[in-house]
């Protein structure tokens, strides 16, 4: 098993698309592809569906995408480490984050981040909360943008609120309220339900039944998993229902759809959250931009 072979399984776990992880990749399909394939034969079992000309996370995929994603951090920012500290490397700065705000937040925040500070290095590391939280406690990162956390988690770190971000309930595409403008959240109370796992997002088994009891029912849980994008294939593949933030639609969700919630409509935080030390004037340059594009998405 290969690393290469892993960030190829991740692109293509993360855009459901062969064609855009290779693009992203700057490799050709063939060869995307094939690696995936060699990937999987060493495995003993198969990472994606194919169907019709799509590609689907399969159990085992769903399983092995988080597992795969942290093997790929830990090894760069060991690597990354080994050279700051006994090699020439300048100090870098580790950058935890979730999938939905890459595009939007972190990179225009990172390129504004570059200009000012043409010679200081950022690494970053699309992780869930937990793995997040685990590497802020052990200086393998120096920020985190992540929803949600424990009032222990709070008390540990410093944490700033970025902006609230609505929620949407999250259906397969030829579910019975698919093609509703908006829906109430008791529409759902007989639904089977998908949740974040609390192993991964702290607290998020809570949040949903919280939610769902105050629109008077408690959620049947059927199934959780590690991530957004396995949370969209799992909707998407298996059935059920979910809620998730309206944000996450700049996923790829081929096969599941995003209904909007009737009022009032649950929101989730997002956090910026530094560990309890002084920042550098780096990292202090870089926490500030983040703050501010956030309040500019938050605003529309």
Known sequence: MEFHQLRYFIAAAEDLSISAAAKRLHVTQPALSRQIGVLEAELGVALFDRIRKRIYLTEAGRFFLPKARQIVCDAETSAQQLREQYGKARRTLRLGFLAPFLDDLVVPAVREFRQ???????????????????????????????????????AFFN????????????????HALA?????????????????????????RREFLRSICQQAGFDPQIVSEVDSLSMMLGTVTTLGGVALIPEHASKMPHGGCVFVPLAAPVPTTELLLVLPKQEASKELTTLTSLIAELAAQIAKG
């Open 159 to 174: 944490t700033r609120t970025l902006s609230r971000h609505k929620m949407a309930a999250l259906v397969s595409e030829d």
């Open 116 to 154: 000012r500070h043409p010679k200081a290095q950022v690494s970053l590391f699309e992780l869930p909360p937990r793995a997040q939280l685990d590497r802020l406690r052990n200086h393998e990162l120096d920020a985190a943008i992540l929803g949600n956390i424990s009032e222990s988690d709070r």
């Open 179 to 203: 093609k509703k403008k908006v829906i109430k959240l008791a529409a759902l109370k007989d639904e089977r339900w998908v949740s974040l796992s609390d192993a991964s997002f702290p607290g």
